[in-house]
Every structure is written in C-alpha cells, then in structure tokens.
C-alpha cells in the first residue's frame, strides 16, 4: 500500500511561485502513474497535471506553461512548480496515484493548501 503526504503549500502574490512536493512511502513508487489535482469549495476535484512511470506529462489548458510536473524516482517522491500564479490557483492541492496517464486516480494525500493573494 502507497502513502502519499503533500508538502509546500502556502500563501504566494500574485506572479509568484511555490513548489509542492508529494511523498511517497510502500509499494513501487517508479511503476506508477501519478497526478495533482485541486479543489475549491463547492466544485469537483479536477486533475491539474499527471505524470506517466515514463515521465511522460500531460496538463490542463489553464496550467499549461506555468506549472511543471516531475519525479524523482529515487526519492519516491512527485513535484508541480507553479509559475505565474493567478488568484484562480487558489484551491487545496492532492497527490494521486493514476491507473495510467489518462486512467482513474486510485490514491489520495491528504492536499496542501495553496493561497494566492493579490
């Protein structure tokens, strides 16, 4: 069984960047595929950015050339750098493990809260 712990939330400015970082521990991390989702109060969970064991990396429209998915493998541990932040980043963001690049996601951190004042 994996288990994923977020870190590196926080308040930023408009403009400015964060890093988040997703742990993990058990199972085989480099085997899976991972993502970041977020949410807000009142909408549904939507997939930010995901990353296959390949490294391969597929984000949404509106986070496309401002943020980056990576892995570390050796680390077990996943990254989003976030660029350019808007206040509509605002949400709290999870980790995830994925069936696949483009499958369902099958495990959850616990989220990391992202702030972006203006």
């Known amino acids: 069984q994996v288990t994923l712990v977020e870190s590196g939330g926080g308040l930023a400015q408009v403009g400015g960047s964060l890093r988040l970082s997703c742990a993990a521990s058990?199972?085989?991390?480099?085997?899976?595929?991972m993502a970041w989702y977020r949410q807000t109060p009142g909408k549904e969970r939507e997939l930010v950015a995901g990353?296959?064991?390949?490294?391969?990396?597929r984000y949404i429209p509106a986070v496309k050339d401002r943020f980056t998915i990576s892995r570390d493998n050796a680390k077990k541990t996943m990254y989003l750098e976030m660029n350019s932040l808007k206040p509509e980043d605002t949400a709290v963001y999870y980790c995830?493990?994925?069936?696949?690049?483009?499958?369902?996601?099958w495990g959850w951190g616990q989220g990391t809260q992202v702030t972006i004042s203006s």
């Open positions: 995830a493990l994925l069936t696949a690049l483009y499958g369902n996601p």
């Open positions: 058990g199972g085989t991390f480099s085997a899976n595929a």
């Open positions: 990353i296959a064991a390949s490294g391969l990396t």
